[in-house]
């Protein structure tokens, strides 16, 4: 299963090493000890190719994971420091665990039942490998540094004072917020560009993308971090990747608009009895989007010249590229439209302020790394 809970990893290029020798290990495994033909960067099983992802994590004690979803075997990044044995062992416990679900599916068979144990020994595997440790002895986690820590417990408490201030002073705490994360990516940007460090947080999922968490997701483009759907078998994740201090405000925000959105669109269609069904609700949630885009771009522009804004989009497109080298982009189909909902919407976003109080009750998942292409 892939990654539950707050679990954090970093890109570097040591981490893209320790990538590189995970993909050889593998290729290795599947080749000489599985007995199985690969193509490039494909393995064949049953006439049908596969592409396996390496992703590489930490701040979990977790060892390894295979998500059967992504197709991907998840690596602690810790293994680093471990040696080829157990390195070796435990990825092919995770090898093992992807043929238990390319031969048996998703049956409701043990994780480590007589099929896993079984299929084990057919490769020439004992107890080293089907009883592999799966947990590391301690947690190496990163936490907050004192500079990002100090602009979220500022931007937040900007956000509250937004909420319990009426008119202009809630604007003024609004505005004042997102000029704070403006400066703060503009005064970090030359380290920001030769920085090493990543972080990749798994901030919404589901089975398809709804306007809702489509919306949302524009407006955490603006939270000076960038995003990718990342598709699988069984649904879909939204991915922001960024500096440490982006990544989690932008988590944060995730959580509140999720709640936000639906509640000020019920409290609309309450008031205007025309707006009614998918089309209105699906534009107004667009109008919000617009509205509060809109009114954070007049802060930017005020605070940062068109050159800083562009290196900054720059940036943003270079931190997505490192993680997603091969990035395919995709392209919206067209929606029907209710201008009347999509205005009430815009009206809406413009006066939409981020609220506190909804992270320490989060209990969803996110991912946190760095994928690379077996």
Same mark, same amino acid.
Not at 66 to 79: A, H, K, T, W, Y
Not at 244 to 250: G, K, T
């Given at each position: &299963? ?25 290729? $290795? ?37 295979? !998500? ?22 435990? =990825? ?5 665990? &992807?043929? @238990? ?9 043990? !994780? ?16 080293? /490998? ?13 936490? =907050? $540094? ?33 000029? =704070? ?18 972080? /990749? ?7 398809? /993308? ?14 000076? @971090? ?20 982006? /990544? ?71 931190? &997505? ?5 091969? =990035? ?47």
């Amino acid at each position: &299963m892939a990654l539950q809970g707050e679990e954090r990893g970093v890109y570097s290029d040591l981490t893209l090493a320790f990538v590189k020798r995970v993909q050889q290990l593998l290729r $290795s495994i599947l080749e000489s000890e599985m007995h199985i033909d690969i193509r490039r960067s494909r393995f064949i099983y049953q006439n049908y190719t596969y592409k396996l992802t390496v992703v590489p994590f930490m701040g979990s004690r977790r060892v390894a994971y295979f !998500d059967r979803s992504l197709f991907e075997i998840g690596v602690n990044r810790q293994l680093l420091y471990s040696d080829a044995h157990f390195l070796k062992n435990t =990825l092919r416990h995770e090898l093992a665990h &992807m043929m @238990v679900f390319l031969k048996y599916g998703n049956v409701g068979i043990a !994780d480590h039942g007589s099929e896993f144990r079984d299929l084990c020994r057919s490769f020439g595997w004992g107890a080293e /490998v089907y009883s592999a440790k799966t947990e590391l002895e301690s947690e190496m986690g990163k936490e =907050l $540094s004192l500079k990002e820590a100090k602009l979220l417990n500022q931007v937040k408490k900007l956000f509250s004072l937004a909420q319990s201030q009426e008119g202009h002073e809630s604007e003024a705490a609004a505005l004042k917020a997102n000029e =704070l994360l403006l400066k703060y990516n503009l005064q970090n940007l030359v380290e920001q560009e030769n920085e090493e460090s990543l972080i /990749v947080a798994r901030v919404m999922s589901g089975k398809r /993308v709804s306007a809702l968490q489509k919306t949302v997701g524009q407006i955490l483009k603006s939270f000076y @971090v960038s995003a990718v759907y990342n598709y699988g078998s069984e649904g879909f994740y939204y991915e922001v990747i960024g500096q440490r201090a982006n /990544v989690e405000l932008a988590r944060y925000v995730s959580d509140f608009l999720l709640y936000e959105l639906p509640r000020l669109w019920k409290l609309e269609k309450a008031k205007n009895h025309r707006l009614k069904g998918l089309k209105s609700q699906n534009s107004f949630y667009r109008g919000v989007a617009d509205g509060y885009l809109k009114k954070v771009n007049v802060t930017a522009q005020q605070w940062a010249d068109s050159k800083q804004l562009v290196r900054m989009n720059q940036l943003r497109e270079s931190e &997505m590229r490192k993680v997603y080298p091969r =990035l395919s982009h995709s392209y919206s189909s067209r929606t029907s439209h209710c201008e009347e909902a999509w205005a009430q919407g815009q009206s809406q976003g413009h006066a939409l302020n981020i609220r506190p109080g909804l992270e320490e009750n989060r209990s969803g998942s996110i991912r946190q790394l760095t994928s690379n292409k077996f």
